[in-house]
C-alpha cells in the first residue's frame, strides 16, 4: 500500500491541469476497457498505481520533469535509511523530460530553482520495495506479487539504473506515460494492469524522435524497420540518413519509416532530417560484405 502525499503545488494541481488516467487489463497496450473483475490484490495494485500517477503529476508541477518510480519517495536530504532514497544521491536526479520523452543529459541539481525538490511525493511502506533491485531497479516499488511496477515513456522502459530507456518488455508500444504490473504470473499475459496518464503533456514527444530501429544488426538488403513519433505522414522533403548518407525509403509515416540497407552501406547512426530539424541518433550495425541469410534458404 502506498500514501499518496500532496506538497503545495498539488494542493492546487486540478486546478491548473485536467489530468487523468485510462487503466486496462490485458497485454495488449490498445486494450481501452477491462475485460474481467479485479480482485483483492488487483484492485490494490490499482489504487498503488494511481498513487504513482498522481505523484508523478505533482513532481512534475513542482519541478518541470517527471522521475523514476524509485525517486517518488525520495528526501533532499543524506539522512535515510537508504541511499536510493536521497533525490541527490549519486550527484542530481535522473529526470525525464516530456518534451523528449527521455532522460536529460545531465544530472540536475534538485536544490536550487526553477526544479527544486519538495519531495517525498509518495511513501513507500517497508518491505513493499526492493532493496537490492532484482529484477529492475534499487527502490522500486513492488505491487501485490512482490514483482516490481514498471514505469514506460512513449519511448521505452524506464531504466534508472542505466540512466537510459529500454525495449524490454512492452518497449515503445505505448503512445504516452503508463505504469505497469505484470500481475499474478509476473510475465506479459493477459493479466497485465496498464495505467495510462492522460492530458497531451504526457502524450507523444513533441521533437522528430527514433524509438527503436528493428533489427538493430541488419545485412545489406535486408529491410529495417524504424519506430518513432513526428516523421510527418508523408516524405514530403523529409529525408532519411544512414552515417550521414541519404538513404532512399520503402515506407513512410508519421510513426514508421521503412528501408533496405543498401549494398554499400557500413553502419552508423541512423537520423530522420525534417527541414532545419534532426531526430535523435540511433545506432544501426551493418553485417559489412554480408547477404541476407534468406537468400540461403
Known amino acids: 500500500m502506498l500514501i499518496f502525499r500532496k506538497t503545495r503545488a498539488g494542493l492546487f494541481a486540478g486546478a491548473v491541469l485536467v489530468l487523468g488516467a485510462a487503466w486496462t487489463s490485458g497485454a495488449g497496450p490498445a486494450d481501452a476497457t477491462p475485460t ?3 480482485d483483492a490484490r488487483e484492485v490494490a495494485a490499482l489504487l498503488d ?3 504513482m500517477r498522481d505523484a508523478e503529476i505533482v513532481a512534475y508541477l513542482d519541478t518541470g520533469y517527471l522521475y523514476s518510480l524509485e525517486d517518488l519517495n525520495d528526501l533532499l536530504s543524506s539522512w ?3 541511499t536510493f532514497d536521497n533525490i541527490m544521491d549519486g550527484g542530481g536526479a535522473q529526470a525525464i523530460s516530456t518534451i523528449t520523452g527521455r532522460f536529460v ?3 540536475l541539481d534538485m536544490r536550487i530553482s526553477p526544479h527544486v525538490w519538495f519531495g517525498p511525493y509518495v511513501t513507500y511502506q517497508q518491505g513493499r520495495f526492493s532493496i537490492s533491485g532484482a529484477g529492475y531497479d534499487p527502490g522500486t516499488p513492488l505491487d501485490p506479487w512482490d514483482n516490481p511496477y514498471y514505469l514506460f515513456t512513449p519511448l521505452g522502459l524506464v531504466r534508472p539504473t542505466l540512466g537510459a530507456l529500454t525495449l524490454e518488455l512492452y518497449g515503445d508500444a505505448f ?4 505504469i505497469v504490473s505484470l500481475g499474478n504470473d509476473g510475465v506479459m499475459s493477459d493479466d497485465d494492469i496498464i495505467l495510462r496518464f492522460e492530458g497531451s503533456i504526457f502524450g507523444p514527444p513533441a521533437l522528430t524522435t527514433i524509438s527503436s530501429i528493428a533489427p538493430p544488426v541488419a545485412a545489406p538488403g535486408q529491410r529495417v524497420t524504424i519506430r518513432g513519433y513526428n516523421f510527418g505522414a508523408t516524405q514530403a522533403g ?3 540518413e544512414l552515417a550521414g548518407q541519404a538513404v532512399a525509403p520503402v515506407s513512410w509515416s508519421d510513426r514508421a519509416i521503412m ?3 543498401p549494398a554499400n552501406a557500413s ?3 541512423v537520423v530522420v532530417v525534417r527541414g532545419a530539424t534532426r531526430s535523435n541518433p540511433f545506432l544501426l550495425r551493418v553485417l559489412v560484405g554480408a547477404r541476407r541469410w534468406s537468400q540461403y534458404r
Not at 503512445?175 to 503508463?178: G, I, K, L, P, S
Request: proline share 4%.
Open 36 to 38: 474481467r473483475m479485479y
Open 49 to 51: 498505481m494511481g498513487a
Open 80 to 82: 535515510t535509511n537508504f
Open 105 to 107: 543529459p545531465q544530472r
Open 175 to 178: 503512445d504516452r506515460y503508463a
Open 238 to 240: 523529409s529525408r532519411l
Open 259 to 261: 528501408f533496405d540497407v
Open 267 to 269: 553502419g552508423g547512426e
